[in-house]
């Protein structure tokens, strides 16, 4: 293989990891705007709440508000960047009788199901399903720059030889 072949190659391969990206940002636009119609939903009483620490599937550990619901087989859980979790301590009080729409989880390793979409009591919102779709819309941010980075990357690889330099290749 030649040079210039080898160039072009290596140039449409990096420019490929860019469909990674952008379908990171598509899973992303596609937790927006929920149905929670779609959602596995249960109602019963809380029997515990607070602070835990939540492990995730790779070994990560980091702190999550959650609550247990009798009968339910897992624990469900918010996660907050900001590790700020008062306001939801407030909210659910321990013996309210709440609904909850919520992602089952399949893995076995997570101790808490940090995919809790939308908390009520009485018809009344308590936990609103914002917060997850905020949450979820960083997939689009994170994945449109990456992507629209890789292709820039990629196009200079491909004009220069290089990412950074300015020098260019006699590929052509």
């Not at 210039?4 to 596609?30: D, N, Q, R, V």
């Not at 779709?133 to 994945?143: M, Q, R, V």
């Amino acid at each position: 293989m030649n040079k210039k072949t080898k160039h072009l190659l290596s140039s449409i391969l990096f420019a490929s990891t860019s469909i990674l990206y952008f379908f990171l940002a598509y899973i992303g636009y596609g937790k927006q705007n929920l149905d929670l119609s779609k959602y596995a939903q249960y109602e019963n009483i809380i029997i515990d709440k607070g602070i835990d620490i939540h492990y995730g599937s790779k070994g990560r550990k980091s702190n999550v508000f959650y609550i247990s619901l009798k009968g339910l087989d897992e624990d469900l859980g918010i996660y907050r960047m900001s590790k700020k979790y008062d306001d939801l301590l407030k909210k659910v009080n321990v013996g309210d009788k709440v609904k909850v729409y919520y992602r089952p989880s399949s893995n076995e390793k997570e101790n808490i199901n940090i995919d809790l979409i939308q908390v009520e009591k009485d018809g009344q919102v308590l936990i609103g399903k914002e917060e997850y779709e905020e949450k979820e819309s960083s997939l689009i941010y994170i994945g449109l720059i990456a992507g629209i980075g890789t292709l820039f990357m990629a196009y200079r690889f491909y004009k220069y030889g290089s990412i950074f330099g300015n020098k260019q290749k006699n590929y052509r």
